[in-house]
């Protein structure tokens, strides 16, 4: 998709259900075009953007079926959102890391000026979804590979890892309230955004 505009910049969104789209209409109205609007608002330049992903996937299926299509050519901007399927399916804190520091390493070669966004992973505990004793446990251990994926960001230069999530807002939720809402994804990006300018 684009966004109009002068001298168009180039944004990845590679990830799991969320560069997808799933839970809006239209990637227009999910996280890659809202992520594109907030950029060309910021910046008064044109976005072309791109997703690359599929639901469900970690970061091990992200580098063995995606990443190789993400890092044909260059962008400008390059968001990843990926680590709630780990969480989900318990991956160790050790093969967490080693995936991320392996994308983060080729998104860079790819494209070596672009601001690599990471997300921060969802707040399990505040899905009305999940019940107890689960979504905090997944929230616990959601938690443990943040820490490690941050500490990793922080050391790669030209990326930066938003911080966690504030609480979601009425409307955040699509109707399987699991997944991010056109509003919810809007809220996001714009959150994102935000914080990456406050952080210079």
Sequence with gaps: GAVAGPRPLGLLVLGDSTAAG??????????PGHLGRQLAARTGRGVNWRAVGKNGADARELIERYLDDAASRPYDFVFLSVGANDALGIRSRGAFVRDIRYLLA????ASPDA????SSLPAFF?????PQPLKYTLYLH?????D?????VARTPGAHM???PPPYTDGFFASDLFHPSAQ????WARFAIDDAVASG
Excluded: C, H, K, N
């Design 126 to 130: 505040r899905f009305e979804l999940l």
């Design 22 to 31: 799933v839970g809006a209409a239209t990637q227009d109205e999910a996280l």
């Design 115 to 118: 601001l690599i966004m990471v």
């Design 148 to 152: 490690a994926a941050r500490e990793l």
């Design 106 to 109: 080729r998104l860079r070669a």
């Design 162 to 164: 938003s911080p966690p």
């Design 142 to 146: 959601s938690r443990s590979l943040e």
């Design 184 to 187: 919810g994804y809007r809220d």
